[in-house]
């Protein structure tokens, strides 16, 4: 039997109501748009070395609560003022969490839950 690792996520794919609103709110965070676009069924964007994916659905396919995607980024400080400045509502501000990461939660407008961490520096703890 063949033993293999899986070694990262290459991709999440959320689902939205709406392409157009969908695309403007995750390049006003600073994704970058790789594929697709505000008239697309479907919209890839840069996160790092992975890919955040947009796929339309009809207002007849619903959701609720599936969890919530973690974004590394280099200053959760400066992202946070990013989202504000951009016209985003964070649901919290940045704070430094016991399992060692500052982050702040962010809800987009189709309901997915985002968080936007950096580890923090173990000379801090």
Do not use: K
């Amino acid at each position: 039997m063949t033993h293999s690792t899986i070694e990262s996520i290459s991709a999440i794919t959320l689902a939205t109501h709406d392409m157009a609103r969908a695309v403007r709110f995750y390049t006003r965070l600073g994704f970058d748009l790789i594929h697709g676009g505000e008239d697309s069924l479907f919209s890839t964007l840069r996160a790092g070395t992975g890919y955040l994916n947009l796929t339309a659905q009809t207002e007849r396919r619903e959701w609720t609560w599936w969890g919530r995607v973690i974004f590394h980024v280099s200053d959760v400080d400066a992202h946070y003022a990013l989202a504000v400045e951009s016209g985003c509502q964070p649901d919290t501000q940045p704070r430094d969490a016991p399992w060692g990461e500052r982050y702040f939660h962010l809800t987009d407008p189709d309901g997915h839950e985002l968080s936007f961490a950096r580890p923090l520096d173990a000379s801090r703890h």
